[in-house]
């Protein structure tokens, strides 16, 4: 008998423990519980992976209740559609794809409405490379050859397409090559390709390898293109590579820049938006000590957002005026 007593107790609190555990499972999560967040970057060639890196692990020291990773991705397009998907929480993209993105495009089968801003980065200066002995003075000379224009799925491949046409060249013009930042380089280097166009902060780790060791060199957009660009796109811009960046650039050269946001879901929580925003405003110096562009970062781009920002961006706002 007391053995079958001690049974049905013991079963007794078998049961009461898988309630209970059950009961800690089921429903909503309690607000703060700990999660898991992703950050889509980009290649390992640029600046965004390094960049996401720096930031997806300041917001975890930050941040009791989350651990935020960067993930290595195929840039922009993908980044977005990612979001949308519901496979990662925030991403890098530039503004010409956070702007196609939710106004309409081929590359995302219609809009996607609930796209925010979360905060500005870097300005991209677009890199117009050439194989060491080409011929080619500018964009115009491109036709016939062998071109990069970024991964699929990429910022840099859209904007490749643009600066193409303003240039009088279309993908039917050139031999399109789809590579990666780090594959544009190795094949500038092997002479693989003649041409790479890449839109990246500087300095970049594919840039200076291209020029460092592969003897590619720089070439300008002039200003009459790059006004043509502004006049057709509105998140285009005027910039420059500063000389002394690069090997063999001693001189600032012109180009075109679109600037880099943080993007995100409109559903995500309003305390992780602040957090980002929180540490891009006081942690400067530790995202420069990863790269030099995060000295270009200014909050103040955002209210120019190319899309609307999320709600926790009006939420900061309203606790720092």
């Not at 089921?26 to 720096?54: H, K, N, Q």
């Not at 081929?106 to 409405?113: H, K, L, N, S």
């Not at 491949?157 to 050139?174: M, N």
């Amino acid at each position: 008998m007391a053995r079958t007593t001690n049974y049905f107790q013991n079963s007794r609190r078998f049961i009461l423990v898988l309630l209970i555990v059950f009961i800690g499972c089921s429903g909503d999560r309690p607000e703060g519980a700990p999660r898991f967040l992703s950050l889509g970057t980009g290649g390992t060639g640029g600046i965004y992976y390094p960049l996401g890196g720096a930031i997806a692990s300041l917001l975890t020291l930050q941040d009791e209740n989350r651990t935020y990773t960067a993930e290595v991705t195929g840039g922009a397009v993908e980044n977005i559609n990612r979001i949308r998907a519901g496979q990662i929480d925030l991403a890098i993209a530039t503004a010409n794809t956070v702007y196609d993105a939710y106004f309409g495009s081929p590359e995302f089968a219609g809009t996607v409405p609930n796209l925010r801003v979360v905060a500005p980065l870097y300005p991209n200066p677009t890199h117009v490379l050439i194989a060491e002995g080409s011929k080619a003075q500018s964009v115009e000379d491109f036709r016939g050859l062998r071109v990069s224009v970024g991964a699929p799925g990429s910022g840099t491949e859209q904007i490749s397409k643009r600066i193409l046409a303003v240039h009088g060249l279309t993908y039917e013009d050139v031999d399109v090559r789809y590579l990666t930042f780090t594959e544009s380089a190795s094949a500038l280097r092997d002479r693989a390709i003649d041409a790479a166009i890449i839109s990246v902060g500087y300095p970049a780790a594919a840039i200076l390898e291209a020029t460092a060791t592969g003897g590619a060199q720089l070439l300008p957009i002039t200003p009459n293109r790059i006004t043509e660009l502004m006049d057709l796109y509105p998140y285009f811009g005027r910039g420059e590579i500063p000389g002394g960046i690069y090997p063999g650039v001693d001189e600032p050269i012109s180009t075109a820049i679109v600037l880099n946001w943080i993007v995100a879901s409109e559903a995500l929580p309003n305390n992780i938006v602040i957090n980002v925003l929180n540490l891009i405003d006081n942690d400067r110096q530790a995202l420069e000590n990863v790269s030099i562009m995060a000295r270009e970062i200014d909050l103040a781009f955002l209210e120019n957002a190319p899309i609307p920002v999320h709600p926790g961006v009006e939420q900061w706002w309203s606790g720092i005026r």
